[in-house]
């Protein structure tokens, strides 16, 4: 239809100067008769309705008939209200008040609004222009691009729906469909959006984006690539100009090489600068080091790796089948290269099968696979308990190889609920084969109490109590086989019948198994120590030897 009738109004072409008067004349009696501004036709209930102005046409033809087109050519301008449209040549229909407009087509509103097309159909009773093929409109350094494009004027809002592109001085979208209002600067794109910054490109079904702010509001399932990582979220905002956002409903942000991630309820993210700000269940998991951390408020940085959690916070290794699981009040993860450091601090509880602790702060390094309790650290083992001033963990393949207990070192294997082997010295020593000890050795004003077992009965026959300064203890299915010593230690043996209670144990004997996580969820159980059983302040010793 558009290029049949351009090639009609090419056929006028070579009218003389006198048809050029008489076309002018006609012209200036149409706009008088048809679009004077204080005319309307009596039928308009409408008030706000304003006719089309011819403002200037270089010829014009009178249509015949009932609602025949006028034909405008050359230079054609039309006003109205407050917008200019102007075009090559346009057919205009009187009793409808609309225009068909062809050929470097532009509209202009005020000194903001600037659109341009090869084809205008304009209905000034609603003022909705449509304009079709190479369609581009311009707004305050804002510029939209398409070949289908809708303007109601009435509303000042523009849309596409066959595909099209925004472009403004940070970036690009575009969508299959899209509309834009140049009062309030908000687009809203729908169906395979697009979102191409310098920085990053972002990816939706659904986006709402402010070209003054530059802020994209997210509304649908979204993905944001960029040279740092990946977000995926489908609610929240983000300045595409800043890197800045907020994010709801699980989001997540995951590292370029896809080994680490956070996940929270909202994620206060910060692109440029690396930084995650994670408020409610958040989870850091790092998948090369198969190291988990979460909380309910918590930080991570992507330049640097740091991770902080607290808030119910936990962490969860899962480097071996049988993982550790550990609360603490505060737990901090720090990177060095590929080396991460691990530090729990407040309240720590874990739990693994074969191996539970408790103490006031600790340290990880996988490094060395190396766990560091402080301040009256408490470890359990099968039917063992062994507290110290500080403790050391060795792992091999996050099995327990070696234990070092570094000060006041106590140890202590229950028989019954009656009789406990214990085990007492400066500094302790305790080898592991498949999580089962089978050496221990003790240093240093050592004192040992164990009871000799009768073999049928399983009842103990007698008390055996040891003093010297080195002991070492051979342990074959939980029982100890044999015992070695330095110098010749002091002995005394006491028959079951004979025993009192205060020979029963050993001086700071203390049976801490109320404490003693049980499984993985009770680590969150918070257990106080008895008064009675807290130990005294002791004098800080020389801990050289326990690296």
Same mark, same amino acid.
């Given at each position: 239809?558009?290029?049949?009738?351009? $090639?009609?109004?090419?056929?006028?072409?070579?009218?003389?100067?006198?048809? =050029?008067?008489?076309?002018?004349?006609?012209?200036?009696?149409? &706009?008088?008769?048809?679009?004077?501004?204080? *005319?309307?036709?009596?039928?308009?209930?409408?008030?706000?309705?304003?006719?089309?102005?011819?403002?200037?046409?270089?010829?014009?033809?009178?249509?015949?008939?009932?609602?025949?087109?006028?034909?405008?050519?050359?230079?054609?301008?039309?006003?109205? /209200?407050?917008?200019?449209?102007?075009?090559?040549?346009?057919?205009?229909?009187?009793?409808?008040?609309?225009?068909?407009?062809?050929?470097? =087509?532009?509209?202009?509103?005020?000194?903001?609004?600037?659109?341009?097309?090869?084809?205008?159909?304009?209905?000034?009773?609603?003022?909705? $222009?449509?304009?079709?093929?190479? =369609?581009?409109?311009?707004?305050?350094?804002?510029?939209?691009?398409? /070949?289908? @494009?809708?303007?109601?004027?009435?509303?000042?809002?523009? @849309? +596409?729906?066959?595909?099209?592109?925004?472009?403004?001085?940070?970036?690009?979208?575009?969508?299959?469909?899209?509309?834009?209002?140049?009062?309030?600067?908000?687009?809203? @794109?729908?169906?395979?959006?697009?979102?191409?910054?310098?920085?990053?490109?972002?990816?939706?079904?659904?986006?709402?984006?402010?070209?003054?702010?530059?802020?994209?509001?997210?509304?649908?399932?979204?993905?944001?690539?960029?040279?740092?990582? +990946?977000? +995926?979220?489908?609610?929240?905002?983000?300045?595409?100009?800043?890197?800045?956002?907020?994010?709801?409903?699980?989001?997540?942000?995951?590292?370029?090489?896809?080994?680490?991630?956070? &996940?929270?309820?909202?994620?206060?993210?910060?692109?440029?600068?690396?930084?995650?700000?994670? @408020?409610?269940?958040?989870?850091?998991?790092?998948?090369?080091?198969?190291?988990?951390?979460?909380?309910? #408020?918590?930080?991570?940085?992507?330049?640097?790796?740091?991770?902080?959690?607290?808030?119910? $916070? *936990?962490?969860?290794?899962?480097?071996?089948?049988?993982?550790? %699981?550990?609360?603490? /009040?505060?737990?901090?993860?720090?990177?060095?290269?590929?080396?991460?450091?691990?530090?729990?601090?407040?309240?720590?509880?874990?739990?693994?099968?074969?191996?539970?602790?408790?103490?006031?702060?600790?340290?990880?390094?996988?490094?060395?696979?190396?766990?560091?309790?402080?301040?009256?650290?408490?470890?359990?083992?099968?039917?063992?308990?062994?507290?110290?001033?500080?403790?050391?963990?060795?792992?091999?393949?996050?099995?327990?190889?070696?234990?070092?207990?570094?000060?006041?070192?106590?140890?202590?294997?229950?028989?019954?609920?009656?009789?406990?082997?214990?085990?007492?010295?400066?500094?302790?020593?305790?080898?592991?084969?498949?999580?089962?000890? #089978?050496?221990?050795?003790?240093?240093?004003?050592?004192?040992?109490?164990?009871?000799?077992?009768?073999?049928?009965?399983?009842?103990?026959?007698?008390?055996?109590?040891?003093?010297?300064?080195? %002991?070492?203890?051979?342990?074959?299915?939980?029982?100890?086989?044999?015992?070695?010593?330095?110098?010749?230690?002091?002995?005394?043996?006491?028959?079951?019948?004979?025993?009192?209670?205060?020979?029963?144990?050993?001086?700071? %004997?203390?049976?801490?198994?109320?404490?003693?996580?049980?499984?993985?969820?009770?680590?969150?159980?918070?257990?106080?120590?008895?008064?009675?059983?807290?130990?005294?302040?002791?004098?800080?010793?020389?801990?050289?030897?326990?690296?």
């Amino acid at each position: 239809m558009k290029i049949g009738k351009i $090639a009609i109004l090419k056929k006028t072409d070579g009218f003389k100067s006198s048809s =050029v008067k008489t076309s002018l004349f006609l012209l200036l009696f149409i &706009t008088i008769a048809f679009f004077g501004i204080p *005319q309307t036709p009596s039928s308009n209930k409408n008030p706000k309705i304003t006719r089309i102005i011819i403002e200037h046409a270089d010829s014009i033809e009178l249509g015949q008939g009932n609602n025949k087109p006028n034909i405008l050519r050359g230079n054609v301008q039309f006003r109205h /209200d407050s917008a200019f449209m102007s075009c090559d040549s346009a057919y205009s229909y009187n009793l409808s008040n609309s225009f068909e407009a062809f050929d470097n =087509v532009h509209i202009v509103q005020g000194d903001t609004l600037n659109i341009s097309g090869d084809y205008l159909n304009y209905f000034g009773n609603i003022r909705l $222009a449509k304009l079709r093929e190479n =369609v581009r409109m311009e707004n305050k350094g804002t510029t939209l691009f398409t /070949d289908s @494009f809708d303007y109601d004027r009435g509303k000042n809002l523009g @849309f +596409y729906f066959n595909g099209g592109m925004l472009v403004d001085s940070v970036n690009e979208l575009t969508s299959v469909y899209g509309q834009y209002s140049p009062d309030t600067k908000m687009a809203y @794109f729908k169906n395979k959006v697009r979102l191409k910054n310098p920085q990053f490109t972002l990816t939706s079904d659904t986006l709402v984006y402010n070209t003054d702010t530059k802020v994209a509001t997210i509304v649908s399932p979204t993905v944001i690539e960029a040279d740092s990582g +990946y977000v +995926y979220t489908d609610k929240g905002w983000y300045n595409t100009e800043s890197g800045k956002s907020m994010l709801y409903n699980r989001s997540t942000v995951i590292s370029k090489d896809k080994t680490k991630m956070i &996940t929270a309820d909202s994620l206060n993210y910060d692109r440029t600068e690396g930084r995650v700000e994670a @408020f409610g269940d958040m989870v850091v998991n790092d998948t090369l080091k198969k190291i988990i951390i979460m909380g309910n #408020y918590g930080y991570y940085d992507e330049n640097t790796e740091y991770t902080f959690a607290t808030d119910s $916070a *936990q962490m969860i290794e899962y480097s071996q089948k049988d993982s550790t %699981f550990l609360h603490a /009040d505060t737990l901090l993860m720090l990177t060095i290269d590929t080396i991460r450091d691990v530090r729990a601090y407040y309240g720590v509880r874990f739990y693994r099968i074969d191996l539970q602790g408790v103490c006031d702060s600790l340290q990880y390094l996988t490094v060395d696979s190396t766990i560091r309790l402080y301040k009256n650290p408490i470890l359990w083992n099968d039917s063992y308990q062994i507290t110290g001033d500080t403790i050391k963990i060795l792992f091999n393949d996050s099995t327990i190889e070696r234990m070092n207990v570094i000060n006041y070192a106590f140890a202590t294997q229950e028989i019954d609920s009656t009789y406990y082997n214990q085990l007492k010295g400066r500094m302790l020593t305790a080898y592991f084969d498949a999580g089962e000890i #089978y050496q221990v050795d003790v240093e240093g004003n050592g004192e040992v109490i164990y009871y000799n077992i009768d073999n049928k009965t399983a009842a103990p026959l007698q008390l055996s109590k040891l003093a010297g300064s080195f %002991f070492t203890f051979m342990v074959e299915k939980r029982k100890i086989k044999r015992i070695t010593w330095y110098t010749e230690p002091k002995l005394d043996i006491v028959p079951i019948p004979n025993l009192t209670p205060e020979l029963k144990f050993l001086q700071d %004997f203390k049976d801490y198994n109320y404490l003693r996580p049980k499984n993985k969820e009770d680590i969150f159980v918070k257990q106080v120590m008895k008064a009675e059983d807290i130990p005294p302040p002791r004098r800080a010793r020389n801990r050289s030897r326990q690296e």
